[in-house]
């Protein structure tokens, strides 16, 4: 399905403020004037940009996609004035007032109406590096839509060993697991309970044990579980050895103990797809309906040893363009490698995974570029584009020029959202 979603209201729909909104945008000329970005009215004293080098963050996309759109009816659906004013500021390297507008708007009623907005304040959150405001928008995300908010993407896990035994100054807060976990392991369990009372955090490493027992796996189950949902602070260590453990009792259909103790691993590492996957394994294995994903933050973390699946670097073929970084400033090599690209394919397809913001000045460049590949008779489709620059491409009229994607797991939530 092509791109569908928030065109231009027209002009005589109310603004927020009850103002009419402004005439419909003109036809793009063809060679777009390169001037100063707008700045949205603020009343108060402008707030010190960001210092984070944006372009040095992890990407925030994957390679599979499907079609995009928030609105499955096919309809245009407007692009809402706080999304434009927020799309702007960070076009402008503001993203702090672009996180200021948008903090302010999904405290509103009216926010429930629209998911686009939080979907920008989630990669605000997440381009900045703010995983605890992210978490908590997590929370407030699912208590208005009842549905699974996006994950955080973090660094790529690396194989690393077992976690190591702990210096002295974090003795009094780990606890090893090790040797069979039984029903005979309720000491270990009662003892990491005294000690996240008594410190308020705990340290568990799991990489020592040898083998489960099915009441072991229910024991650890029902612990992690009041862990993750009373919000303790855990770090969980070593997850690769009892993943292994437990894959081994399933590929056994061992008893479904085992099976919910993985799903639950899964769930602390965020794991949703593969969590997913045993979930059906489960219903056909055991005849018996699977728990299901919980949308909930928690500050209860596990260090994964065998990278997921989501987190090892793809190959990325060679019939895709693919810039990276920023889009600002003299942006002419990046169009000049682009130019050769399309010259050498007809498909034109342009994955923006790897690209966290395109500035207001270089919109001017990108839209003599799809005008001239329209001329041509081609027309790029866009893969994995974050929802700021998507609202930067419709306030600016681009979205006349090419088709765009959003990551698939991006996609199939925003779609369950709506």
């Given at each position: 399905m092509v791109f569908s979603f928030f065109k231009k209201g027209k002009a005589d729909e109310p603004t927020r403020a009850g103002e009419k909104m402004p005439a419909p945008k003109p036809a793009a000329p063809a060679v777009p004037v390169r001037a100063a970005a707008p700045e949205p009215?603020?009343?108060?004293?402008?707030?010190?940009?960001?210092?984070?080098?944006i372009g040095d963050l992890p990407s925030?996309?994957?390679m599979l996609v499907e079609e995009s759109g928030f609105d499955d009816s096919g309809v245009a659906r407007a692009l809402s004035p706080v999304a434009e004013e927020a799309a702007i500021y960070f076009a402008n390297n503001k993203p702090l007032d672009a996180i200021r507008v948008l903090g302010e708007w999904v405290k509103q009623p009216e926010a429930k109406d629209d998911v686009q907005?939080?979907?920008?304040?989630?990669?605000?959150?997440?381009?900045?590096?703010?995983?605890?405001?992210?978490?908590?928008?997590?929370?407030?995300?699912?208590?208005?839509?009842?549905?699974s908010p996006p994950l955080w993407r973090g660094k790529k896990v690396e194989k690393a060993?077992?976690?190591?035994?702990?210096?002295?100054?974090?003795?009094?807060?780990?606890?090893?697991?090790?040797?069979?976990?039984?029903?005979?392991?309720?000491?270990?369990?009662?003892?990491?309970?005294?000690?996240?009372?008594?410190?308020?955090?705990l340290q568990l490493d799991v990489s020592k044990i040898q083998a489960l027992e099915s009441s072991g796996s229910a024991l650890l189950l029902q612990t992690f579980q009041k862990f993750r949902r009373g919000g303790a602070?855990?770090?969980?260590?070593?997850?690769?050895?009892?993943?292994?453990l437990l894959k081994k009792q399933t590929q056994e259909a061992g008893p479904a103990e085992h099976w919910l103790l993985l799903m639950e691993i899964y769930q602390l590492l965020g794991r949703e797809a593969d969590f997913e996957e045993l979930a059906i394994e489960y219903a056909v294995t055991l005849e018996?309906?699977?728990?299901?994903?919980?949308?909930?933050?928690?500050?209860?973390?596990?260090?994964?040893?065998?990278?997921?699946?989501?987190?090892?670097?793809?190959?990325?073929?060679?019939?895709?363009?693919?810039?990276?970084?920023?889009?600002?400033?003299?942006?002419?090599?990046?169009l000049q490698a682009f130019r050769a690209y399309v010259e050498a394919h007809q498909q034109v397809v342009v994955d923006l995974a790897d690209v966290t913001r395109v500035d207001f000045v270089s919109v001017g460049d990108l839209m003599n570029e799809l005008m001239a590949l329209m001329a041509n008779g081609k027309q790029a489709n866009l893969l994995n584009v974050n929802e700021l620059i998507i609202a930067l491409f419709q306030t600016m009229g681009l979205d006349d020029f090419v088709v765009m994607h959003r990551a698939k797991d991006r996609t199939a939530?925003?779609?369950k959202c709506v």
């Open positions: 009215a603020v009343a108060e004293e402008p707030v010190d940009q960001l210092t984070t080098m925030l996309g994957g907005p939080w979907y920008m304040l989630f990669d605000l959150y997440q381009l900045s590096g703010m995983q605890q405001a992210f978490d908590e928008l997590c929370i407030h995300f699912v208590e208005v839509f009842l549905c060993a077992p976690v190591a035994a702990p210096v002295a100054n974090k003795a009094s807060n780990y606890l090893a697991l090790t040797g069979v976990i039984s029903v005979d392991s309720k000491p270990q369990i009662e003892q990491m309970r005294q000690i996240l009372e008594k410190q308020g955090e602070r855990v770090q969980l260590g070593g997850t690769g050895n009892l993943i292994g018996v309906s699977p728990p299901s994903w919980e949308a909930v933050a928690t500050r209860m973390t596990a260090v994964d040893s065998e990278p997921a699946a989501a987190e090892v670097e793809q190959e990325k073929p060679a019939d895709v363009f693919h810039p990276q970084g920023e889009i600002a400033g003299n942006i002419q090599p990046v939530r925003a779609k």
